[in-house]
């Protein structure tokens, strides 16, 4: 029996066009081809790297790694009168609390301080705290299977849809009274400034968020309440020049040069979105699309393993202090921890099967996401949890923007708030009557659906671009944990808009690559055209991109080279995971006290 070697020579830039070309020299073995057949016994010879690459360019199935560097700053300090809760801050006036405590009238203190680590880390370890985690008296009996889920639960998710009429809101500093409210698929949110450049007279496009635009191309505008902006019948306007004389003001102002408009069309403060268009002579084709990517959970809670990344810690590490018994408001001595640095590793006991899965685009998936939600099971905060975008994070006046008012519905997540009672506030130093609940978010299930990243799309290019990644955000609970109030602040504004956390939900993992180029073909004339690629009217063709196999790494660094093993890829991602606080009304001191000397001595 012989075997025919089948030897097909391709062109590295036949097959993609950033490969390189390369000389290739094959060897013939002078080996015999054929072979007397033995009944019930037949043999070949078999490439083992063409087996496994087969093997691997077939393969669809996925078990997704992180490693997650969690940043931490815990900036919030606050009071609290449920005693579990008191008795185990991590104190900022320990030395007045207790000289007030034991005056002469002995009056009732309130004792400040900070959440320790354990209320914000991925997995707790305060399993064994009299009267918090353990009897008597307990908040919480402590559950240490439930200790990787206490505050925080972890799913993979993936793009499959675009919402082009989610509410959002922009304050600009330049007129912070006055937001712009808008849906996501208005585009690029932007505020006027007539300004002088090189001695001519410009227009000056302060966007809220990078652009994107490009010098020359142009862009379509809405004024503030959704009217397209015209001037003579034309809705088009070509970019002059991007930028002002500031750091990096490329990527946020575009400039269009004033021919002598008149009215009231580009005054000053005037606010409204915009959208990319790339060529003037097909806008139709070339203009870009926005939309908030809306993200579907592809796991449950109890697929998630998640560990300590061995002795790894972030380069911040452990702040901690000793609290003496003197200095705690139930005269207990511990060691209590602001911060912490140890690095956590993710991982699923499930197979992720993509071959079935199509990404908001209606393209073969090439990214999964970690997605990561606050749960907040000890109930220090309300159960709410909100959403944004990180254009909604600065600070306004002091204040967080208005997107993150009390009163703002459309800022809320679709999650549903669980909680549960416990002891009567009597046994806890509380007024007697029915007790207050703590509240908290319910996990998420397979197939829930939830927001992501705000995202530009262009036919033209087959490009997605993320232009504000989303955020999350949760707030303490004032029944139980009451920030103190800057100083600065109205305490009622402070109360309808108060400080809270921010994370980012949604890390990316890549599991194949597009190309860095366009293809393009006319069907009868090209093998090959993919089910996603899209008919550009402007050069009478499909148009698409190139999905590059695994192992493929081009000129350009673009590629994916995982493990794979048994028929499953393992993708592996690090993340550096920040909980950012918003404000700052607490300061950590460094100075050493002196002993105190009073009426408790």
């Known amino acids: 029996m012989s075997y025919d070697y089948n030897i097909r020579v391709v062109l590295g830039s036949l097959r993609y066009k950033s490969a390189p070309d390369t000389n290739l020299m094959f060897e013939v073995p002078l080996i015999q081809t054929s072979k007397e057949i033995i009944e019930f016994e037949r043999s070949i010879d078999v490439g083992l790297e063409q087996v496994y690459d087969d093997e691997r360019q077939r393969s669809d199935i996925f078990r997704p790694v992180g490693k997650f560097m969690v940043l931490f700053s815990n900036n919030l300090a606050g009071s609290s009168i449920y005693n579990p809760f008191e008795n185990n801050l991590y104190y900022i006036n320990p030395e007045i609390a207790a000289d007030l405590e034991c005056g002469i009238d002995a009056s009732p203190v309130a004792w400040t301080g900070l959440p320790q680590y354990n209320e914000f880390d991925f997995i707790r370890t305060d399993y064994d705290v009299t009267g918090y985690t353990q009897p008597p008296n307990e908040h919480i009996l402590f559950a240490p299977q439930s200790a990787s889920s206490y505050n925080w639960n972890f799913f993979i998710s993936y793009p499959y849809e675009n919402d082009y009429d989610k509410p959002m809101q922009i304050q600009f500093k330049e007129d912070p009274t006055n937001p712009l409210y808008y849906s996501s698929g208005d585009g690029i949110p932007y505020i006027i400034e007539n300004t002088i450049q090189n001695g001519s007279s410009i227009i000056s496009l302060k966007c809220g968020v990078k652009h994107g635009v490009n010098l020359g191309e142009f862009v379509i505008l809405k004024d503030s309440v959704g009217n397209i902006v015209t001037y003579r019948d034309q809705s088009l306007f070509q970019v002059y020049s991007l930028g002002l004389e500031t750091y990096e003001s490329n990527e946020y102002v575009i400039n269009l040069f004033n021919i002598g408009y008149t009215g009231t069309t580009f005054n000053n403060l ?202 999350h955000k949760f707030k303490f609970n004032r029944q139980w944990f009451n920030v103190l109030v800057p100083s600065q602040i109205p305490p009622v504004s402070f109360y309808l808009n108060p400080y809270g956390y921010y994370y980012k939900p949604h890390h990316s993992i890549t599991l194949r690559v597009y190309s860095d180029y366009i293809e393009n073909g006319t069907p009868g004339e090209i093998v090959g055209i993919p089910d996603y690629s899209y008919y550009s009217s402007t050069n009478n063709q499909f148009i698409w991109r190139d999905i590059y196999s695994y192992g493929f790494v081009d000129g350009r660094n673009l590629g994916v080279n995982y493990p794979f093993l048994n028929g499953t890829h393992y993708p592996f991602k690090n993340i550096i995971f920040r909980i950012i606080p918003e404000g700052t009304n607490y300061i950590e001191q460094t100075i050493i006290p002196d002993p105190l000397i009073d009426f408790c001595e």
């Open 270 to 471: 005037n606010k409204g979105t915009l959208k990319r268009v790339i060529l003037d002579s097909n806008s139709a084709d070339t203009i870009s699309k926005y939309y908030v990517r809306k993200h579907k959970i592809l796991t449950e809670v109890n697929d998630t393993v998640l560990v300590k990344a061995g002795f790894e810690q972030n380069i911040f590490g452990i702040k901690k202090k000793y609290e003496s018994s003197g200095l705690t408001p139930n005269k207990i001595a511990r060691v209590s921890v602001k911060e912490g640095g140890q690095s956590y590793t993710l991982s699923f006991n499930k197979d992720i099967e993509i071959n079935r899965l199509k990404d908001n685009q209606t393209r073969p998936i090439t990214e999964l996401f970690f997605t990561v939600i606050w749960k907040g099971f000890f109930g220090w905060t309300t159960g709410r949890l909100q959403q944004g975008w990180e254009f909604n994070l600065p600070l306004i006046s002091g204040l967080p923007s208005d997107w993150w008012k009390n009163i703002n519905n459309s800022a809320d997540c679709p999650f549903v708030t669980g909680s549960y009672c416990t002891m009567a506030q009597s046994t806890q130093g509380l007024p007697s009557g029915p007790p207050f609940l703590f509240n908290y978010v319910e996990p998420l299930m397979k197939d829930d659906v939830l927001d992501g990243d705000f995202c530009e799309w262009n036919d033209y290019e087959q490009l997605e671009r993320v232009i504000s990644d989303s955020y």
